[in-house]
């Protein structure tokens, strides 16, 4: 199964039906046994956050804040590129799936560059001469006329700024060293330019990966790793202990940490370090670029009343995610039957309400909807839009990686594998948690990082009890450096679209991406390490050692008998 991920030689969602049919065939496990690991606690978590980031992109509420949020940091290019990186960050955070937050972000990318590669001082002109270009090519802009003639016209402006002494120059007769430097300043500028489109573009792409670190339902790799640990502990009739609140102590400020540091990276890769450190004030393209933002955020209107509504919603549920079960304190969950309540039934509760709270101010009491449309009004969500967007082939995905680490854990393959890798017993565990994220990065730079992450769960789980260490310590930070994949176009959908877009090519993102990979793996690591270690006891092995050696034991039997 694992050859047919690689090679792409049938869908994914095709792929991940195999377990249904051979795993009963080949006397594995029962089809009933199978197919229970389809629909999980962690997959109705995975659907219904999924819904709810639906709404807010069906309610137009991501582009009013993406939009505010660059206008609050303004447009010269390294604040630009900070507030590129910001919303796609945030809006990655909560949207599950990285491909719709970047192909949200692209349209407006795409205008605000356009307003920076127009002229300053002949902004009326350059629209005429656009506009007529376009009507000369058939509608589609011809870079190279406009470029010469706008030079053209630069150097009549500055013609007719001279002395009246020097009135007898003609275009024809100015000096040629003066149009060598033109030419090679032009050259300059229009190499500077394209260097910042692409740090904008990559930025984007970046933003949207960094972004699900942040939060458990931020990627479908956080899920399945979550998965892999719960059924895990239940082995061992313990509870892992890892929510969506208790995530935020290791995700969120590694997520946090990796953004400011990558905006340092590619302002110094894209925009030089002159540029970075530069407090010159903004230039007239950047005011232009600011006035169409604030004119885009002018035409969004007022926040309508679905905008308020799903606001709501999804402040309240991630309000119900982190007092649930905080740890430190106990949360509402204590009212119920222990382990009754999980984080997938507080977003199934918000997701279930959006369905039913009308988009429009209903007509009760002093809330009176205009009388104009009379009638029924339409709820913040259809299923019509679920069932269009949804990536259904994520939940199938995830059931066939659970399918198959319940097959490797039952059958002792898992556990096998684990003792075959002994050897790393013998590295301080910090350096062996490193070598695993190194390898973890390297491998979902040209694979999928679900399934490199559905694949290194199952085998780090048994590592880690062969090795008698804690679970959490090598799980979590392999499958958060899963979501690393910056190098490549074929990783994620976020840097396939970003490459789709034009403005970079596989040596620009194989620059920009090695070095962040090394970044983002030091702070995980150096996270995991510290804070989290703290936070989680991570230096002691939390099952019964000869429990855990009994069946360690009694697997690996199993396992090699098979084999052999």
Request: proline letters at 5%.
């Given at each position: 199964?694992a050859?047919?991920w ?70 010269k ?5 900070l507030?590129?990186?910001l ?27 356009k ?29 190279a006329?406009e470029l010469?003639?706008?030079?053209e ?5 500055k013609?007719?700024?001279?002395p ?14 003066e ?5 090679d ?19 984007i ?5 960094i ?13 399945i ?18 929510t ?14 990796c ?15 002159r540029?970075t ?5 903004d ?5 232009a ?10 035409n ?5 009343f ?5 606001l ?8 119900l ?50 009388r ?33 680490a ?5 059958t002792?393959?898992?556990y ?11 590295l ?17 730079d ?19 009890v ?7 310590y090598?799980?979590w ?8 994949a ?11 679209m ?15 991406g ?7 793996v ?7 390490n510290?804070?989290?270690?703290a ?18 034991t009694?697997?690996t ?8």
């Open positions: 199964m050859i047919y690689f090679t792409d030689a049938l869908p994914m969602a095709v792929t991940s039906l195999l377990p249904v049919a051979l795993l009963p065939l080949l006397g594995v496990q029962p089809s009933k046994e199978v197919c229970q690991n389809y629909i999980k606690d962690v997959s109705m978590l995975q659907l219904t956050g999924f819904t709810v980031a639906l709404a807010i992109e069906k309610c137009g509420l991501h582009t009013r804040i993406a939009l505010k949020t660059l206008l609050i940091f303004g447009t290019p390294r604040w630009l590129m507030g590129f990186l919303s796609t960050w945030f809006l990655a955070m909560w949207m599950s799936m990285s491909g719709p937050t970047v192909a949200m972000m692209l349209p407006i990318l795409e205008a605000v560059l307003k920076l590669d127009s002229k300053p001082d002949l902004e009326e002109e350059d629209d005429d001469i656009a506009t007529n270009t376009k009507s000369v090519t058939g509608g589609k802009d011809n870079e006329f010469r003639v706008k030079e016209m630069n150097g009549k402006v013609q007719e700024a001279q009246h002494g020097n009135s007898h120059h003609t275009l024809d007769t100015l000096p040629k060293v149009h060598q430097d033109d030419d300043a032009a050259k300059a500028k229009l190499h500077d330019q394209k260097e910042m489109e692409k740090g904008l573009t990559l930025c792409a970046y933003a949207a990966n972004g699900g670190l942040s939060t458990l339902t931020g990627h479908a790799a956080n899920l790793f979550k998965a892999n640990l719960d059924d895990l502990y239940e082995q061992h009739g313990q509870e892992a202990g890892v969506f609140a208790t995530w935020l102590i290791v995700g969120f400020p590694c997520s946090v940490i953004l400011v540091l990558a905006w340092i990276w590619m302002q110094f890769l894209f925009l030089g370090w540029q450190l530069s407090l010159q004030k230039n007239t393209n950047d005011k670029a600011k006035k169409m933002l604030r004119k885009e955020y002018e969004l209107g007022p926040m309508s679905a905008q308020k509504a799903v709501g919603h999804f402040v309240v549920l991630v309000i995610w982190l007092t649930r079960d905080p740890r430190f304190i106990d949360g509402w969950a204590w009212f119920f039957k222990k382990g009754f309540v999980s984080d997938a039934t507080s977003a199934s509760l918000v997701a279930l309400s959006l369905f039913i709270f009308p988009s429009e101010r209903p007509r009760l009491l002093c809330c009176k909807r205009n104009e449309n009379p009638g029924p009004v339409p709820a913040l969500m259809d299923w019509d839009t679920v069932h269009r967007k949804m990536s259904w082939f994520v939940l199938i995905f995830m059931g066939a990686g659970l399918a198959m319940d097959a490797c854990q039952k002792g393959l898992s096998w594998i684990g003792y075959q890798m002994g050897g790393l017993s013998s301080p565990p910090w350096l062996m948690v490193f070598i695993i994220s190194v390898g973890s990065t390297l491998i979902t040209v694979i999928s990082n679900t399934a490199t992450c559905t694949m290194l769960m199952p085998i780090l789980a048994g590592l880690a062969s090795l008698k260490v804690n679970p959490i090598i799980m930070p392999a499958a958060m450096c899963t979501n690393l910056f190098m490549l176009p074929v990783a994620t959908s976020a840097t396939a970003v490459f789709a877009f034009g403005r970079v090519t596989v040596m620009d993102m194989v620059k920009a090695a070095g962040l990979n090394v970044i983002c030091l702070v995980i690591t150096f996270g995991m510290t804070w989290g270690k936070a989680f006891n991570l230096g002691e092995f939390p099952f019964d050692v000869l429990n855990a050696t009994a069946i360690i009694n697997t039997t199993v396992a090699m008998v098979t084999t052999y």
